[in-house]
RNA sequence: GGUGAGAUGCCUGAGUGGCCGAAAGGAACAGUUUGCUAAACUGUCGUACGGGUAACUGUACCGAGGGUUCGAAUCCCUCUCUCACCGCCA
């Protein structure tokens, strides 16, 4: 949620750098503004007349201490006259409160002035390539839904008979790797310093809209309706929410954390060939980082989680390249984004792996999540995410770009995890 | 799932109708004292939203939502959660 604040002094920007993520938001702007100064009105009118109440109450009950009964029930007319006007401006403001925070909320974050203009995905910005480990494969290399069956290492058939399509069974060699790949993926985040947290895979619907899940994207998760509970898309949710409704002092920040969970997205409506075997899942596995931070530093930290995501595709020794998300390709809640691609070589094409994500206030705003300088007042912390990583991708590419006629070979700094050098 | 007890500020905890935004203690922060540490003393010490250049000031909040009353942390109702015991159970 943007700030009030700040779209109160800073109108035309907000409406400009919407634009950026091809929102026009100029009516819905202007409607908050007046609703804001008309809900302000109403505000100090209700005040007042509270005010005048609450003088009213003391001086009653003064007259009935020094029983003088009679004053004190001409004044409790008096009183009942003033809480009927009152009333009825009580729920005009609560109305206009309830406008205001409805008109607020479906407002998307506002981009970064670093973001691209663009509208389509083909418009984001390559801003880093690794090419180093591009594999060079025979005209006869096989798609990892291919290879997955060649060596009976995860089986769609089977999962789909026990769940449905896009919940695989991980198998032998194949439950090893995914093993294996959260292990060392919480290992790395441990030593960079995250501190490793296990949070629930449900969540109610106030975590929910902490991050920005709801109510916009209600269609995209799970709802175990008995309960009201929701199967997390990701463990951003259930980790920032741990600092909903807190105040963190200043000097504790960055905080940082990592979780491994898995993941689960409806993904409803997308099929075809783009999203055959791993490429996309109703239920997958990631290891997830957060950051909360000081807002003077958030960005250089956006800057350095990159980097460590980066840091992961190198030891795995996967080619990738990082883009910079164009405005319209950027997600909801996002101030800047970047997307981590592996090349898929039988595929040949690239595999979004990681998207992290600098959210400024946005999220802080609406999880109440604020921090302490000294004995300040509390400000809106900025929080940040990435995934470090999702894992299916990563299979896919480290099964195609890896095979050789011989098995699937594994990375070295995977081995002392999944005990194995190749897949055969 | 059943029964009982509870929910007050960063923590402990007092408060059963107006003098309570809330005692007291602890923690924290600042200062004084001090060779250092510790201790002692003094002060500060909730949040949100309004009004005001500001000093300051208004309103709301004692788990949440309703109700009674001129007036509710306090009484009533509903819900949520926590704890204890029982049942069930990885």
């Not at 035309?12 to 993520?21: C, E, G, W, Y």
């Not at 975590?207 to 916009?216: H, I």
């Not at 956006?302 to 996967?318: A, F, I, K, T």
């Amino acid at each position: 949620m943007i700030q009030l604040a700040y779209i109160r002094e800073n109108k035309q920007d907000v409406i400009n750098r919407l634009a950026i993520k091809n929102i026009d938001a100029t009516a819905a702007i202007e409607e908050i503004i007046a609703l804001d100064q008309e809900k302000r009105r109403a505000q100090t009118e209700v005040e007042a007349l509270l005010s005048e109440q609450n003088t009213l109450e003391k001086q009653i009950g003064e007259l009935f201490k020094s029983g003088k009964k009679a004053e004190a029930d001409d004044l409790k007319n008096r009183s009942a006259a003033i809480k009927e006007v009152s009333k009825g401006y009580e729920d005009k403001l609560a109305k206009l409160e309830e406008d205001l925070k409805n008109a607020l909320i479906v407002l998307p974050n506002i981009p970064s002035t670093m973001v691209p203009p663009g509208k389509t995905p083909e418009e984001n910005e390559v801003v880093f390539l690794n090419e180093k480990n591009m594999p060079k494969l025979a005209d006869d290399s096989l798609p990892h839904w291919e290879l997955t069956a060649k060596y009976d290492i995860i089986d769609f058939e089977l999962g789909n008979k026990i769940a449905g399509a896009g919940f695989p069974v991980y198998k032998g060699q194949g439950a090893k790797l995914q093993r294996a790949l959260i292990n060392f993926f919480l290992d790395q985040a441990s030593k960079a310093g995250y501190y490793e947290v296990q949070p629930p895979i449900l969540i109610n619907e106030e975590s929910g809209f902490g991050t920005g899940q709801l109510p916009d994207k209600e269609g995209q998760m799970y709802h175990v309706t008995a309960d009201n509970l929701y199967l997390i898309p990701t463990a951003e949710v259930p980790v920032t929410n741990i600092f909903r409704d807190t105040i963190v002092k200043a000097e504790e920040m960055p905080i940082k954390y990592t979780a491994y969970t898995p993941c689960f997205r409806r993904e409803a409506g997308s099929y075809g060939a783009h999203v055959r075997g791993l490429n996309r899942l109703h239920q997958f596995d990631k290891v997830e980082i957060v950051q909360i931070a000081h807002p003077k530093d958030s960005y250089a930290i956006l800057e350095e989680m990159r980097n460590y995501v980066c840091s992961l595709l190198d030891l795995l020794e996967l080619p990738y390249r990082t883009l910079k998300l164009c405005g319209g390709d950027m997600s909801f809640a996002s101030a800047l984004t970047y997307d981590m691609e592996v090349w898929s070589g039988a595929q040949k094409r690239w595999l979004e792996v990681s998207s992290v994500s600098n959210f400024e206030s946005f999220q802080a705003n609406r999880l109440k999540l604020r921090y302490r300088e000294g004995n300040d007042k509390p400000v809106l912390a900025h929080t940040l995410n990435g995934s470090a990583l999702a894992l299916p991708r990563i299979v896919a590419s480290l099964l195609e770009n890896n095979q050789t006629i011989d098995g699937i070979r594994i990375p070295a700094a995977l081995v002392s995890y999944t005990g194995f050098d190749t897949i055969k």
